[in-house]
């Protein structure tokens, strides 16, 4: 390993902008178990399906219709 290294030609990452950012929620147990048997019947990771669903309803600015009762 060198002691010092050159990073005056060095280029900033262009990937950095599509990197996932991590948070805590909470999820109902009845909504993770249909996205594990979602998981696995496509053997997708359930956490990934999970935020493939929330990036589409992101991208078609889907609306939820909330009415208390």
Do not use: H
Request: net charge positive; glycine share 2%.
């Amino acid at each position: 390993m060198k002691q010092e290294y050159d990073f005056t030609n060095a280029r900033k990452n262009p990937y950095t902008g599509k990197l996932k950012q991590q948070i805590t929620i909470n999820i109902d147990s009845e909504t993770i178990a249909y996205f594990k048997a979602m998981s696995e019947s496509s053997g997708i990771p359930y956490q990934t399906l999970i935020n493939l669903y929330l990036a589409d309803c992101a991208k078609n600015n889907k609306r939820l219709s909330v009415a208390w009762q």
